[in-house]
Nanobody, 123 residues
Framework: QVQLVESGGGLVQAGGSLRLSCTASGRTFSSYHMGWFRQAPGKERDFVAAINYRGSRTYYAGAVKGRFTISRDNAKNTVYLQMNSLKPEDTAVYYC????????????????WGQGTQVTIFS
């Protein structure tokens, strides 16, 4: 099981950008498909974006498609989420997760999470 550490969150004005990082421990990172999820206050944790183990396939939630880009660097055991044109409704704690299954499962099916990184967008 990989251990995950998210970083890169912050406080940004609407229309701005952030890049999140998720670094995984272990030598098998390149075998895992990776995903980003987010949880807004009082809401369930939802899927945001995913990328396959090679970085050749991606898919996105409708709310972020065209604004967010997921990528990975297997040499650095890291997956990224570039977030552009940010909106107040993007405010949430963002988490990553790893899976040998692609597409990834729904958030509620995962038990192992990192601490997440807080993203706050103000208008």
């Amino acid at each position: 099981q990989v251990q995950l550490v998210e970083s890169g969150g912050g406080l940004v004005q609407a229309g701005g950008s952030l890049r999140l990082s998720c670094t995984a421990s272990g030598r098998t990172f390149s075998s895992y498909h990776m995903g980003w999820f987010r949880q807004a206050p009082g809401k369930e944790r939802d899927f945001v974006a995913a990328i396959n183990y090679r970085g050749s396939r991606t898919y996105y939630a409708g709310a972020v498609k065209g604004r967010f880009t997921i990528s990975r660097d297997n040499a650095k055991n890291t997956v990224y989420l570039q977030m552009n044109s940010l909106k107040p409704e993007d405010t949430a704690v963002y988490y990553c997760n790893a899976d040998l299954q692609y597409p990834l499962k729904a958030a509620l099916e995962y038990d192992n999470w990192g601490q997440g990184t807080q993203v706050t967008i103000f208008s």
